[in-house]
């Protein structure tokens, strides 16, 4: 198990082991105490921002799902069974509001468009036109197909265990593991490409 | 150079730290501090409206209510009301609870965005009845009962729902035009 993903999953990672603990925070705030919000958004905007920008592909979108993820967590935090998971619950909103805002932007005839006629033809930047290994990075990201976008990012670089991804997002494990093992291919298949050009 | 190397290399690449802008934490406190607050149910209170009110006990929420108070534990149904206060195709459906020992239950679901602040169930004398109306109209509602803050309880007598955002199983109200 990668080092770290039993706290990630259990939303307990980043708080340096001093402080409030996220339970206590959650308390706090169903009693009425707004404020203690704050202090969660400040200790999970840096980790969720990681995943929207990644699986967004730009900071505007990724925010803009950011912020409605904690909107919508503070309005239904009596629906947080158990607040010593309030970040594994707060990271599954995240990923519905990074749907939306993706569906949302692929409507637009933006980036990231699950039809591959329609990806084949997006106005992307080519790889002659990358000098950056960051660019080459995100164009590779936004050639993947949305699902396996979204299953790559939390199994490799969120380090989520499949059992958790599936809690996350829904999909069966052997649909994730199929979503993860066909983005490392497409991955290496579009850095190939871009080796070339 | 583009091979299985570079997809562990694209791995690394992207677990490190990002920075979001902290003013987003000013956006979304302000957001918050704008969402609406305070109870939604008419002023004097929620039973004293109920109680001058004609009131329909399902056969469903019947036996909900027996079972509830025999075995003493949380019991949960409805009950329908007709209130000549409110608009045309709305209806005033009573959500009844019974828990004792509750200190404080809320009533959250899609007519009140969820939120526990908004529809405190309003205790009964000795009975450990807990009570609210919530005028509706038609539509289909997902609904829940939030006991001292923390424990969460669908309706069961009701079907239930798995919400896609939250994961915690809901109960389902559909309200029709023509009764229910």
Redesign the interface.
């Known amino acids: 198990m990668p080092k770290g993903r039993c706290d990630a999953a259990r939303g307990r990672e980043g708080i340096g082991g001093v402080g409030t603990s996220d339970a206590a925070l959650v308390?706090r705030v169903?009693?009425?105490d707004?404020a203690a919000?704050?202090d969660l958004?400040?200790r999970y905007?840096?980790r969720l921002?990681?995943y929207a920008?990644?699986m967004l592909g730009n900071?505007e979108d990724?925010?803009e799902a950011?912020?409605d993820a904690?909107?919508?967590a503070?309005?239904?935090?009596?629906?947080?069974?158990d607040?010593e998971r309030f970040g594994a619950?707060l990271y599954?909103?995240l990923v519905?509001r990074c749907r939306t805002t993706g569906a949302r932007a692929a409507r637009r005839a933006r980036r990231f468009v699950s039809d591959p006629t329609a990806l084949e033809t997006a106005p992307l930047p080519g790889p002659a036109e990358q000098t950056e290994?960051?660019d080459i990075?995100r164009w590779?990201?936004a050639r993947l197909a949305p699902d396996a976008r979204e299953a790559f990012?939390l199994k490799?670089?969120e380090?989520l265990e499949y059992e958790d991804i599936a809690?996350l997002t829904?999909a069966g494990i052997s649909a994730l593991k199929m979503r993860v093992k066909r983005a490392?291919e497409q991955?290496?298949a579009i850095?190939?490409e871009?080796?070339h050009v | 150079m583009f091979d299985e190397d570079a997809v562990e290399r694209v791995v690394r690449y992207l677990r490190r730290s990002v920075r979001i802008d902290p003013a987003l934490d000013h956006r979304v406190m302000d957001e918050i501090a704008a969402l609406p607050a305070g109870p939604a149910v008419p002023a004097g209170g929620v039973w004293q409206w109920l109680t001058g009110r004609r009131l329909a006990l399902t056969p469903l929420g019947a036996i909900g209510l027996a079972a509830a108070f025999v075995v003493a534990v949380v019991g949960v149904w409805r009950v329908r009301s007709t209130p000549d206060s409110v608009e045309p195709g709305v209806r005033g459906f009573q959500f009844v609870l019974v828990e004792p020992h509750a200190a404080n239950v809320s009533l959250v679901g899609d007519f009140n965005d969820w939120d526990a602040a908004r529809t405190p169930m309003h205790r009964t004398a000795g009975d450990g009845l807990w009570s609210t109306v919530v005028p509706l109209e038609p539509g289909r509602y997902r609904y829940a009962f939030l006991i001292d803050g923390r424990l969460w309880v669908a309706d069961p007598t009701a079907p239930t729902t798995r919400d896609d955002d939250f994961g915690a199983p809901s109960s389902v109200l559909t309200v029709g035009g023509e009764g229910l």
């Not at chain 1, 503070?74 to 069974?81: G, N, Q, T």
Request: proline share 2%; glycine share 8%.
């Open positions: 308390r169903r009693t009425g707004t919000y704050a958004v400040a905007r840096d921002g990681r920008l990644h900071r990724a925010e950011l912020q904690f909107v919508r503070y309005r239904s935090l009596a629906r947080c069974d607040p619950w599954g909103i519905n290994w960051d990075v590779a990201l990012l490799h670089v380090e809690q829904g490392r991955l290496q850095l190939k871009a080796e």
